[in-house]
Nanobody, 121 residues
Framework: QVQLVESGGGSVQAGGSLRLSCAAF????????MGWFRQAPGKEREGVAA???????RYADSVKGRFTISQDNAKNILYLQMNSLKAEDTAMYYC???????????????WGQGTQVTVSS
C-alpha cells in the first residue's frame, strides 16, 4: 500500500526558508514521478514542483529560483527546499506520486495528508 507522509511545515517570516519532506512507503520513489502541490484557503490546488523518474524537474513560475525539488532514493524521501519565502506562499503543502509523468497537474494517484506552511510578512 502506497503511503506518503509530509513533514517540515511551520511558521516563518518572509525571506526565511523551510525544507519540506515527504516519506514514501510501499514503493520506491525513483520508480514514480512525484510532485509538490499547495492549496490556500479559498483557492484551487496548484502544482509547485515535480520530478520525473529520469530526474527531470518542473516548477511553477511563481517559485522558480526559490524552490528546489529533490529526492533521496536511499532514504525514499522527497524534499522541497523553499527559500526567500513570501506571504503568498502560505498554504497547505501536499506531496503526490504517480507511476506516470503528471507534470504539475493535480491528477496524481497518491497523495499525502499535507503540512501547513505559514509565512508572515
Amino acid at each position: 500500500q502506497v503511503q506518503l507522509v509530509e513533514s517540515g511545515g511551520g511558521s516563518v517570516q518572509a525571506g526565511g526558508s523551510l525544507r519540506l519532506s515527504c516519506a514514501a512507503f510501499g514503493y520506491t520513489v525513483s520508480w514514480y514521478s512525484m510532485g509538490w502541490f499547495r492549496q490556500a484557503p479559498g483557492k484551487e490546488r496548484e502544482g509547485v514542483a515535480a520530478i520525473g523518474r529520469d530526474g527531470s524537474t518542473r516548477y511553477a513560475d511563481s517559485v522558480k529560483g526559490r524552490f528546489t525539488i529533490s529526492q533521496d532514493n536511499a532514504k525514499n524521501i522527497l524534499y522541497l527546499q523553499m527559500n526567500s519565502l513570501k506571504a503568498e506562499d502560505t498554504a497547505m503543502y501536499y506531496c503526490a506520486a504517480d507511476p506516470s509523468w503528471r507534470w504539475l497537474l493535480p491528477t496524481y494517484k497518491y497523495w499525502g495528508q499535507g503540512t501547513q506552511v505559514t509565512v508572515s510578512s
